[in-house]
């Protein structure tokens, strides 16, 4: 049976609720996809999540939030990315939604097909996960085999934080 995952769910550091997102069903507007991979984004020690040094702007003040909360937000002028903000409030991580697979077998590779394919644009930023009637994430009773880690995509300007295995993927 499907359960909505609660705020406690979210409520643990990224790296820990990345691997914790694999396998869950990302549920908007009826259409519905299984988490395949993700990628964890640390907080203001980090210098790949966008809330590194406590920087606190319009964009990222949805990371400051409680756990479970969507962080949508628009890269190159075309793709929507899709996040999960992580732990509690004012501790600002995020998990971002990196593949996922459709019911039908379509395999989503990349955050911004994920998006496009289930229609998650800005109008989601600042969601709330646990109480969403369109947006939410669920536990169908999935059993996760072998999780894969691998270094963060796109991130070359992070310094030391670029070498972190925090991409996390379900093993085929």
């Not at 989503?108 to 998006?115: A, C, D, I, T, Y």
């Not at 800005?122 to 939410?136: E, M, Q, R």
Request: glycine residues 10%; contains cysteine.
């Amino acid at each position: 049976m499907e359960k909505r995952l609660d705020r406690t769910f979210y409520r643990q550091d990224a790296v820990s609720l990345a691997q914790a997102l694999l396998g869950k069903v990302l549920c908007v507007g009826g259409k519905r996809a299984r988490i395949i991979e993700t990628e964890a984004y640390g907080g203001v020690t980090d210098k790949a999540c966008h809330s590194y040094n406590n920087r606190r702007t319009a964009r990222t003040e949805v990371m400051y939030r409680d756990g479970g909360h969507a962080y949508v937000y628009l890269i190159y002028g075309i793709h929507y990315l899709f996040n999960v903000v992580a732990n509690g409030p004012d501790v600002p991580e995020a998990v971002l939604v990196r593949s996922a697979l459709t019911s039908d077998g379509m395999e989503l590779v990349g955050p911004g097909r994920v998006s496009k394919h289930l229609g998650i644009d800005k109008s989601y930023n600042g969601a709330d996960l646990v109480t969403d009637a369109d947006i939410y994430i669920a536990d169908d009773g999935f059993k996760v085999g072998s999780i894969g880690a691998n270094k963060r995509v796109n991130i070359d300007y992070a310094g030391v934080d670029k070498d972190r295995l925090w991409r996390f993927f379900l093993k085929k």
